[in-house]
Nanobody
């Protein structure tokens, strides 16, 4: 059973940067494409970015393209999300999960990490 622990969130001013991390337990981390998702207050959880098993391919939601970068280190069982030029509309709880396209491949979620961007 894979467990995911997100970290790195916080309060930042608009235009600032944060780097999120997602540490996964289990030996099968490199067998999964991974993704970041977010849930803003009062909204449904939405797709942010995904990365292939090897890390060679990435895909982003239009709303974050050019500002966010997803990466992974399979030796550390960790996936990252570098977020630059943050906007108030990026405020949300951010989650990682195994991904199948732009949807989560697993029904279970971690606790997420809160990102708050002030204007």
């Amino acid at each position: 059973q894979v467990q995911l622990v997100e970290s790195g969130g916080g309060l930042v001013q608009a235009g600032g940067s944060l780097r999120l991390s997602c540490a996964a337990s289990g030996r099968t981390f490199s067998s999964y494409a991974m993704g970041w998702f977010r849930r803003a207050p009062g909204k449904e959880r939405e797709f942010v970015a995904t990365i292939s098993k090897s890390g060679g391919s990435t895909y982003y939601a239009d709303s974050v393209k050019g500002r966010f970068t997803i990466s992974r280190d399979n030796a550390k069982n960790t996936v990252y999300l570098q977020m630059n030029s943050l906007k108030p509309e990026d405020t949300a709880v951010y989650y990682c999960n195994a991904a199948r396209g732009v949807v989560a491949a697993r029904p279970d979620w971690g606790q997420g990490t809160q990102v708050t961007v002030s204007s």
